[in-house]
């Protein structure tokens, strides 16, 4: 019995975020959604339900920059630019909501698992999912894959301090 009550309650929400708007980013409109710039950019393309989940595509090309360093010979991404697709992907659930285009920042990781090597030409799908932003405080967790293969999985935090309680006060008195 609970088994189906969680299959129903599953069916419910993939139909909830169907009929919501879904943002389409790519080559044309991405930058407007980040403040990384082209050289840091690890997401292509981007599916968005603001403020619930976001699903991100990177094409990993023989041209990128990290290659040439990590291995010569054996290119293998690195993994913390796997977490970074991922952090991408989570960063455009916050930054297609309304009024909050503030800059957010890394905080912290958990749960990083790494379950397989990124080669020149896989294609990475990231899928990231909100759990809860107050405060500016924002909570993910997220997985990547290249085709089928799970590749790599997290837990993370993004901030955006602009967004602290106290900070007004904190830049009266400190001038920051």
Not at 113 to 142: C, E, N, Q, W
Request: charged letters at 25%; proline letters at 4%.
């Amino acid at each position: 019995m609970v088994g189906s009550l969680e299959k129903q309650e599953r069916g419910r929400r993939m139909a909830d975020s169907l009929a919501e708007e879904r943002l389409q980013l790519d080559y044309r409109n991405i930058m407007e959604y980040t403040k990384n710039t082209l050289e840091y950019l690890f997401v292509d393309k981007a599916e968005v339900i603001p403020g619930k989940e976001a699903w991100g595509t990177k094409l990993s090309s023989s041209q990128d920059w990290y290659y040439k360093m990590h291995f010569p010979g054996n290119p293998v991404m690195p993994g913390v630019l796997m977490e970074e697709v991922l952090q991408t992907t989570g960063s455009f659930i916050i930054y297609t909501m309304a009024g909050k285009k503030d800059i957010q920042l890394f905080y912290d990781s958990s749960q990083m698992k790494m379950h397989h090597s990124v080669r020149p030409g896989d294609v990475i799908t990231a899928h990231v999912v909100l759990d809860r932003y107050r405060l500016g405080v924002g909570k993910f967790h997220g997985e990547a894959y290249v085709g089928n293969k799970l590749i790599c999985r997290t837990e993370f935090t993004l901030i955006a301090p602009k967004e602290f309680p106290g900070r007004e006060k904190n830049e009266q008195t400190t001038g920051r």
